[in-house]
């Protein structure tokens, strides 16, 4: 362990974890509210704008702010700045379209498409265990999205069907981010990524003015506003779990947003769960978890190996 970690408290950072969930589905309902009327590109701004003050003072609180700042690849900051913004943008879009429980579920690919990736950008290898688990999730997804994509055959709206393939995209995004970011952590600190990725963003989502833009009214604006700062808390409350338990422990509550997305989405906007939509996101989570398991399996086999070779192993 190293001198500056604080011991491990799982049940510390299960709640940080959880909380950091509640707080980014309660995000992704507040702009919801708002997709009728906010182009995507400008909730991606106010989103990441009004999270910088809030992640600053939690690096000024930490005594981390000069680490925040300092980077020795700006050019993997821009593209992990750059998918990650499409990854934003793409799912905001689709908020406007399918229902808060749906979305979230497609969203699950973004893990699962990650393994993948990794393997085909930094090499990692992936056995047969977690490619099999991968396959199954992304058939989950499918189940999930099958009805939004059956347009021709009258099951679902076009518009529908674009959401679908907007939240997916971002899935695909996200996880291309995830890669940047693991790539990042072999010379950044969590600092700098958690406040370069917001700078990039709110600067990237900038590019979107010409494409419509609105003068959002009191009740929008605070609405936006309030998305942004709430994605710093959430940005604030993630990272501090990881400090808190192994990522083993904590991965697996990622999930406990579908009962979030579900509770709110019913209550908020009379979204009732299909039982389609609700067998795929089944299926999507426990090729999750069985992922997130042969995670720990691989680490706990890897300390072992790591022991045998010390001379007083």
């Known amino acids: 362990m190293q001198p500056d970690m604080p011991p491990p408290r799982p049940l510390r950072g299960i709640a940080l974890k959880t909380g950091s969930v509640l707080v980014f589905v309660v995000m ?5 509210a708002v997709s009728d009327t906010v182009p995507p590109g400008q909730a991606v701004f106010f989103r990441s704008a009004f999270a910088i003050p809030v992640i ?44 808060l429980p749906e979305v979230t579920a497609i969203g699950y690919a973004a893990p699962l498409l990650t393994v993948v ?12 265990f977690r490619i099999s688990a991968v396959g199954l999730g992304l058939v989950g997804v499918l189940i999930v999205l099958s009805p939004r994509l059956t347009v021709l055959d009258g099951g679902g709206t076009t518009a529908e069907a674009l959401g679908a393939l907007l939240v997916l995209g971002g899935a695909v995004f996200a996880a291309l981010a995830q890669v940047f970011v693991r790539k990042l952590v ?20 900038l590019v979107t003015l010409p494409f ?16 942004g700062l ?19 422990v904590i991965a697996p509550f990622e999930y406990v947003s579908m009962i979030f997305a579900l509770a709110i989405g019913y209550a908020l906007f009379d ?22 398991w042969r995670e720990r ?17």
Not at 117 to 128: S, T
């Open 28 to 32: 992704a309902t507040v702009i919801k």
């Open 56 to 99: 600053v003072a939690w690096l000024w609180w930490r005594r981390e702010l000069a680490t925040g700042f300092r980077t020795v690849q700006p050019m993997g900051h821009l593209w992990r700045g750059f998918v990650g913004t499409m990854a934003m943008g793409l799912g905001f879009a689709g908020l406007g379209y399918l229902p």
């Open 117 to 128: 990736f990794a393997a085909m950008f930094l090499g990692e290898e992936v056995r047969v």
């Open 186 to 205: 072999m010379t950044e600190g969590t600092a700098s990524i958690v406040f370069w990725f917001s700078v990039s963003a709110t600067v990237m989502s």
């Open 212 to 227: 419509g833009w609105v003068v959002p009214s009191p009740g929008q604006a605070a609405l936006l506003v309030t998305a």
């Open 230 to 248: 709430l994605g710093g808390i959430g940005q604030i409350l993630l990272t501090s779990s990881y400090r808190e338990a192994d990522a083993s």
């Open 271 to 292: 979204e009732v769960p299909t039982l389609t939509m609700l067998g795929g996101a089944a299926i999507v989570v426990t090729a999750g978890i069985l992922i997130i």
């Open 297 to 313: 399996q691989l680490g706990l086999e890897r300390a072992r190996q790591r022991k045998s070779m010390t001379p007083n192993g």
